[in-house]
């Protein structure tokens, strides 16, 4: 697909970077085939509409705990629905976490030989079980994540339900994998309603990993060179590239997919749309997850292929994924909204900064291309804040949805005040805040308590299945625990205030008895 032209589009898009950083902080239908879907994408050389008015500027969030969004000071409300035994054993996990050559030990025995070896294997997997498992993952099958879920539920949370697959090698795999993807939607019809938000996808689970970079090579190639490039098997989508997206992975024409290829992508779309069709039935929406830049374009063609298809009314079905730490995320993001808005679909993004950050310097280092990732940190922010300030504007005036995945508590404070003066702050159709399961619980309870919808993400799963899960939660998330002591030192503040209440008690239990024993002798002297 070539690169808009017109001149006035260009320039709302440089536009809209620009701003992005300067920022602050359905009734069920019958679906045919995939094959029997048009295979065009949408023209881009289109005239947007006029962008958005600049965000308000960076503002960091005040020293102040009692500001108008959050209150750390009440530790009482903030962990009131968090049993003192889960409060300890979280603290306690956190602290661990927080070690970095913890972490790093634990990585190095999970990835060694030492793992082959049966006794071995039995102890660090228990180990496992009792700390980080029982910490970051939702439970071992659906049973015991739906009583996660409940848990939740009654202290005012929703669960985002993430079966802990990715990456099959085979068709027999991706079957196997489809249909635990349609029994967990199948399952949110045994919980409380509405506490299920979402249920979370992995194309790579769906799809040969082998034959998502085929398809993605396939795709760049088509970008670059839409006069000589011919993709007989391309449905209808919506924008996947811009012109700052990173195209240094095919480097040479790819050679078209073989009939057994195509069969194969045929059979990961019928995949694709049996979920969809059960999410429609049981309605709950379903949000694509995102991976790095090599597959990433199979997987939003994935999505907004799906989306094209499902997306209808004012609530989308299908939410892809934004990673707001490439450089090309605010352009591709402006793009694909005014794509969908010019056909009438609702779209959905789920808006993170990004989980693939040491693979995706170390390959663009390895043969030495520009990273793809923002240069600096600060710039992640700017572009996360920027693309959540566009997005609340959008959904505040039209249809489409919006989750804040972040566990950065100026981003979402940022974007809590807006959605207020927006007046979407209480609206989940159209915003929901989100973050990891057993991570940045003080920020969760303070959004809950400031009123807003807040979910938590629930990888669930066998300990030995998902660990693939917890080697890039650790690798992904070991900077982020170790520098950020907000949930630690709420914990510790709110266990001394128990703590205290208990011994106080405990006291005036024993003055009230000795009182009421005192009493009983002077009436017998």
């Not at 808009?4 to 359905?26: A, E």
């Not at 029982?134 to 739906?146: I, K, N, P, W």
């Not at 005012?156 to 339900?161: C, K, Q």
Request: with cysteine.
């Amino acid at each position: 697909m070539a690169m808009t032209t017109n001149g006035l589009s260009s320039k709302v898009i440089r536009s809209f970077l620009r701003r992005v950083k300067s920022s602050s902080p359905s009734n069920t239908t019958t679906t045919p085939r995939f094959r029997l879907a048009q295979r065009t994408t949408i023209n881009t050389t289109t005239v947007f509409p006029s962008s958005p008015p600049p965000p308000p500027p960076t503002t960091a969030v005040a020293d102040d705990p009692r500001d108008s969004i959050f209150d750390f000071e009440d530790t009482k409300g903030l962990f009131s629905s968090v049993t003192t035994g889960k409060l300890l054993r979280s603290a306690a996990n956190l602290n661990l976490a927080a070690v970095e050559p913890v972490v790093d030990l634990g990585m190095w025995v999970m990835r060694s030989r030492l793992m082959q070896v049966g006794i071995f294997r039995e102890i660090v997997l228990g180990t496992i079980k009792h700390t980080s498992y029982e910490h970051f993952v939702a439970g071992a099958d659906m049973v015991e994540t739906g009583r996660t879920v409940k848990r939740l539920w009654e202290s005012g949370l929703r669960g985002m339900l993430d079966y802990g697959l990715e990456h099959a090698v085979d068709n027999e795999s991706c079957d196997k994998n489809a249909q635990e993807f349609i029994e967990t939607v199948e399952s949110t019809q045994v919980l409380p309603p509405s506490s299920v938000s979402f249920v979370v996808v992995k194309i790579t689970a769906i799809c040969p990993v082998s034959l998502l970079k085929r398809v993605s090579d396939l795709l760049r190639w088509e970008y670059k060179n839409s006069s000589s490039m011919n993709l007989p098997w391309k449905l209808k989508t919506l924008p996947i590239f811009s012109e700052s997206s990173p195209f240094y992975h095919t480097l040479e024409k790819p050679a078209p997919l073989t009939p057994e290829e195509e069969s194969d992508l045929e059979l990961a779309h019928q995949r694709l749309v049996n979920i969809c069709n059960k999410s429609i039935e049981c309605n709950v929406p379903v949000v694509i997850d995102a991976e790095d830049t090599s597959i990433q374009p199979g997987i939003d063609y994935f999505t907004y292929s799906a989306a094209v298809m499902y997306n209808k009314g004012e609530k989308p079905l299908i939410f892809g994924t934004i990673q707001a730490y490439l450089k090309d995320a605010g352009e591709r993001l402006f793009e694909t909204k005014r794509a969908a808005d010019k056909m009438g679909l609702p779209v959905g993004f789920k808006l993170v900064r990004g989980a693939y950050l040491w693979s995706e310097s170390q390959l663009a280092n390895s043969i030495g291309v520009e990273s793809p990732i923002h240069n600096s940190i600060d710039e992640t922010h700017k572009c996360y804040n920027g693309c959540a300030s566009f997005m609340l504007d959008e959904v505040s005036n039209g249809p489409g949805g919006l989750i804040l995945a972040t566990h950065n508590l100026d981003s979402a404070k940022f974007a809590a005040q807006k959605a207020r003066e927006l007046g979407i702050g209480k609206d989940t159709q159209k915003l929901e805040f989100a973050s990891l399961y057993g991570m940045s619980e003080a920020m969760t309870f303070g959004l809950r308590n400031a009123g807003f919808g807040v979910s938590k993400y629930l990888p669930f799963g066998p300990v030995d299945q998902i660990m693939p899960y917890l080697l890039r939660r650790a690798e992904e998330n070991k900077g982020l625990l170790s520098s950020s002591n907000l949930d630690r030192q709420l914990m510790m503040k709110e266990l001394k205030r128990r703590m205290k209440a208990y011994v106080g008690q405990g006291l005036m239990d024993t003055e009230s008895r000795l009182k009421s024993e005192t009493g009983s002798i002077v009436k017998l002297n």
